[in-house]
């Protein structure tokens, strides 16, 4: 589907109103809460996008990728902390950083296929978590280990990266979104991006054809990373305290996986949709339940997975797109016969 196609008038109608109801939504929000779950159903959205890349354009299943958000974060955060560096900047250079890490996994990693490849990125990023975890110091500088770290606290201070109230937070990460949809949907549609095509759908072939999937799936781990880099930060700045087992474990990194799969991996706004339906789920099921069924938006993720690969197996976006055109049409018989 060409932009041109995309950009209809029509279509930039209703792009428009999205757009108009997402600015000033915060401003009709009085509840913190709710607030807290927007913000998070976009990082998420944009945490899965980036993942998107390689695991859905690319065809590369990584289950490590928390490890490229917590590189990014104690990156960001040790240069605030240690040399008064703007996390504006530091975001940047994390970013930069883990896409370096992620290209460099990759060189000897991507030899592996399927299940071998997955399981290489599961230990990579255990390794870093368990490090990170049993490590004071590193070259004199503390990162603390398992207690993590506090970043400091400024109050309103935009320059630094926080904000007071949280709108900000809102508006940041809202632009961080809508800038990852138009990189994917460009991506997607690019040479590039039919060569992540061709990789994923078939190996061999696109090597015949005179592909190189080593290149491919180097240029879509470095862009993954990078992406994955930036929300790291953003979530050190937002929650302003990061901590191993919380940016570095599992958890986020399966939460990467499942919201694309859920969405429609593969697809552009798949990833969003199931940040959409997911994450307003966790955040409740935390708050009600947190405190008796700990882990209990885990078991619901499982849940809804199974149903969804069951039932829907390319997930929620070509379902939803299919709904659209069905709805066209019935407007546009009801036209014809008035």
């Known amino acids: 589907m060409m932009l041109k196609e995309i950009l209809t008038r029509k279509n930039v109608i209703y792009i428009s109103i999205v757009l108009a109801f997402l600015l000033i939504l915060p401003f009709f929000l009085s509840n913190v809460f709710v607030l807290h779950v927007c913000i998070m159903i976009m990082l998420y959205g944009f945490f899965a996008s980036a993942w998107n890349i390689i695991g859905g ?4 299943v990584s289950l490590g990728h928390a490890a490229f958000a917590g590189i990014s974060a104690y990156v960001s955060t040790l240069l605030f902390i240690n040399a008064g560096l703007t996390p504006w900047i530091g975001m940047l ?3 930069a950083i883990a896409a370096l890490v992620s290209a460099l996994f990759g060189l000897p990693c ?3 296929r399927g299940t071998y490849y997955t399981l290489a ?4 990023a255990e390794t870093i978590r368990f490090f990170m975890n049993s490590t004071e110091k590193i070259a004199g500088i503390e990162i603390k280990g398992a207690s993590g770290l506090v970043l400091p606290i400024k109050g309103n201070a935009p320059a630094l990266f926080q904000f007071f109230p949280k709108t900000g937070y809102y508006y940041v990460i809202l632009i961080m979104l809508i800038f990852i949809i138009v990189f994917c949907f460009v991506l997607k549609h690019s040479k590039i991006g039919y060569y992540f095509q061709a990789i994923r759908e078939d190996h061999a072939s696109a090597e015949a ?3 190189s999937p080593l290149k491919y799936k180097l240029i879509a781990a470095a862009l993954s990373g990078f992406f994955t880099g930036l929300g790291g930060t953003f979530y050190a700045q937002y ?3 990061i901590e191993p087992a919380a940016i570095l474990g599992l958890d986020l990194s399966v939460s990467m996986v499942i919201m694309s799969v859920i969405g429609g991996s593969g697809t552009v706004l798949g990833p969003v949709l199931g940040s959409l339906f997911l994450t307003p789920l966790a955040e409740l099921t ?4 947190g405190s008796s069924f700990a882990g209990a938006h885990r078991i619901l993720y499982g849940l809804i997975l199974a149903i969804v690969v069951i039932f829907m197996p ?3 976006e070509p379902l939803l797109r299919r709904f659209g055109k069905f709805l066209m049409a019935k407007k546009t018989a009801l036209i014809g016969k008035k």
Do not use: E, P, V
Request: charged letters at 10%; glycine letters at 18%.
């Open 57 to 60: 354009f690319a065809g590369q």
């Open 93 to 95: 250079a994390g970013g």
């Open 110 to 112: 991507f030899k592996l």
């Open 121 to 124: 990125t599961i230990a990579f």
């Open 209 to 211: 054809l005179g592909i």
């Open 239 to 241: 929650i302003l305290y």
């Open 286 to 289: 935390r708050l009600f339940l």
């Open 314 to 316: 390319k997930g929620f």
